[in-house]
């Protein structure tokens, strides 16, 4: 139902950018939010940025507010979610991956893993410094 894939391979220096995009075919709820969470060695999952058809809310974690951007494009029954993703720094290094929570959801906070419906495969990005 979903899969992520980053765009341009994963690898990239400090200050790059790329794009990593979320295809989520068959995606036919009126009502759902996309998040990308990421997770670093040894750390916990994190959500970085989400994207709601509920109310158009869209919300950025701290640490990537000014540097990431969340779009989608929804057609045809076919829904893709990119996160743009600027300044790479080295923290930024993680496995990316995409969510997908149905129903009334509004982007803030910290979005719960748990709280998704379905996940996409992770995608690994590592800047180098």
């Known amino acids: 139902l979903m899969s992520a894939a980053g765009v341009w391979g994963g690898l990239v220096q400090a200050g790059g950018s790329l794009r990593l995009s979320c295809a989520a075919s068959g995606f036919t709820f009126d009502d759902y939010a996309i998040v990308w969470f990421r997770q670093a060695p040894g750390k916990e999952r994190e959500g970085v940025s989400c994207i709601s058809s509920s109310d158009g ?5 701290d640490s990537v507010k ?3 951007t969340i779009s989608s494009d929804n057609a045809k029954n076919k829904l893709t979610v990119y996160l743009e993703v600027n300044s790479l720094k080295p923290e ?3 496995v990316y991956y995409c969510a997908g929570a149905t ?4 982007c803030s ?3 719960r893993p748990d709280g998704m419906d379905y996940w996409g ?3 690994l990005v590592t800047v180098s410094s």
């Open 103 to 106: 129903g009334y959801y509004h």
């Open 109 to 111: 906070g910290r979005p």
């Open 121 to 123: 495969k992770g995608t």
């Open 66 to 68: 000014g540097r990431f």
């Open 92 to 94: 930024d290094t993680a």
């Open 57 to 61: 809310s869209m919300h950025y974690t």
